[in-house]
T-cell receptor, first 114, second 112 residues
């Protein structure tokens, strides 16, 4: 099956530092998404990327969709304690017959030290 | 803001029992999904549903699983005879055509 390689697996950073994480895939996706998951909760959409090369920001978050449609990065600037959680990248592909399947990376666990 | 809701939030069941997990997708969405996340692992696709039928299913979604949209608002996942390895968080998601998927808060299923 399709695999997304997400790195790093975990990060410990000081409050105020910038964070960068990325995902790569051997497959092409139509859409790249970044989700955040808090403990015991469902994934919450942070940023969606629809076009190759697209650079999109959402507050302190910036994400880019790679030109080849096989990779993406997420940057968080000036981290704060509430940024703690697990960040997942996900590739979305139209599988036909009305199915848009998401393939998730293994996640990056972010810890912010106040 | 509209959101996907799921019930129950937690379910404990004995191995071999049937469970039904319920979801209410966002009202104008047409595409519905179930995903599973085993503790500490990534989210995995189970099944997608559109126009009252399964569009696609993964290898995980075997004959023990079924989905149904019994009325205009609910979308259910049934596990006929639960196994220990079915213990996981189950997430429902919904989307508009070609749009991103929004996830519910999940049901934590524990099979004893």
């Amino acid at each position: 099956g399709q695999q997304l390689n997400q790195s790093p697996q975990s990060m410990f950073i000081q409050e105020g530092e910038d964070v960068s994480m990325n995902c790569t895939s051997s497959s092409i996706f139509n859409t790249w998404l970044w989700y955040k998951q808090d403990p015991g909760e469902g994934p919450v959409l942070l940023i969606a990327l629809y076009k190759a090369g697209e650079l999109t920001s959402n507050g302190r978050l910036t994400a880019q969709f790679g030109i080849t449609r096989k990779d993406s990065f997420l940057n968080i600037s000036a981290s704060i304690p509430s940024d703690v959680g697990i960040y997942f990248c996900a590739g979305q592909k139209y599988s036909g017959a009305g199915s848009y399947q998401l393939t998730f990376g293994k996640g990056t666990k972010l810890s912010v030290i106040p | 803001e509209p959101e996907v809701t799921q019930t129950p939030s937690h379910q404990v069941t004995q191995m071999g029992q049937e469970v039904i997990l319920r979801c209410v997708p966002i009202s104008n969405h047409l595409y519905f999904y179930w995903y599973r996340q085993i503790l500490g692992q990534k989210v995995e696709f189970l099944v997608s549903f559109y126009n009252n039928e399964i569009s696609e299913k993964s290898e995980i979604f075997d004959d023990q699983f079924s989905v149904e949209r019994p009325d205009g608002s609910n979308f259910t996942l049934k596990i006929r005879s639960t196994k220990l390895e079915d213990s996981a968080m189950y997430f429902c998601a919904s989307s508009e055509p070609q749009e991103t998927q929004y996830f519910g808060p999940g049901t934590r299923l524990l099979v004893l």
